[in-house]
């Protein structure tokens, strides 16, 4: 299948400080990127999805100057937790799909934030 | 109506048996139905997944079973083995490109010896 980096694996950060994910996919051009939470033992959450060159569009909940989310091209997608305090400390998960009815959406390693 | 439930929470299998993992979905415009397999600490990986034209899809071990008119679909490993521990996720999702993945709750397979 086709590969999604994500980026970095893990980080921890202290209280009020900023960190940037990256999204990136490597051999295909993902028109549509996802972003989403996993708490432990739970489902992922879907946190807001981007198309490339347009604003995204958040889940009902999800504050959207918290997580600053940014597609500005067709294989990388960013997303930025501003001011982070502990309880933004989650498993957080991209997800990129190329155009098209039945393309397969693939999935990043997952960035495992802290917060201290 | 957007809900997927899937059942079991968990699942204890011996190594050799099969396990079987069930979905149901509400909303009938969905059209496109993948299972996907996280290891712990890692991304969701699609296992397989099928179109609501088909009844069922195997590959390999796994197969999927579709059932339309209940609106159901089950996930059937065969030959289950100590690799295949793992949480499963089944999925829904709609048409269009930007269309999103639903998620079902996840099943906890633990495949003993």
């Known amino acids: 299948g086709a590969v999604v980096s994500q980026h970095p694996s893990w980080v921890i950060c202290k209280s009020g400080t900023s960190v940037k994910i990256e999204c990136r996919s490597l051999d295909f051009q993902a028109t549509t990127m996802f972003w989403y939470r996993q708490f432990p033992k739970q489902s992922l959450m879907l946190m807001a999805t981007s198309n490339e060159g347009s604003k995204a569009t958040y889940e009902q909940g999800v504050e959207k100057d918290k997580f600053l989310i940014n597609h500005a091209s067709l294989t990388l997608s960013t997303l930025t937790v501003t001011s982070a305090h502990p309880e933004d400390s989650s498993f957080y998960i991209c997800?990129?799909?190329?155009?098209?009815?039945?393309?397969?959406?693939?999935f990043g390693q997952g960035t495992r934030l802290t917060v201290v | 109506q957007q809900q997927v439930k899937q059942s079991p929470q968990s699942l204890i299998v011996q190594k050799g048996g099969i396990s079987i993992i069930n979905c149901a979905y509400e909303?009938?415009?969905?059209?496109?139905f993948p299972w996907y397999q996280q290891f712990p600490g890692k991304g969701p990986a699609l296992l397989i997944a099928i179109r609501p034209d088909v009844s069922e899809k195997k590959e390999g071990r796994f197969t999927i079973s579709f059932n339309k008119s209940a609106k159901q679909f089950s996930l059937h490993i065969m030959d289950s083995q100590p690799g295949d521990s793992a949480t499963y996720f089944c999925a829904a999702r709609g048409r269009g490109t930007a269309s999103k993945l639903t998620f079902g709750t996840g099943t906890r397979l633990q495949v003993t010896l």
């Open positions: 997800s990129a799909r190329g155009q098209g009815r039945w393309t397969e959406a693939f």
């Open positions: 909303n009938t415009a969905f059209d496109y």
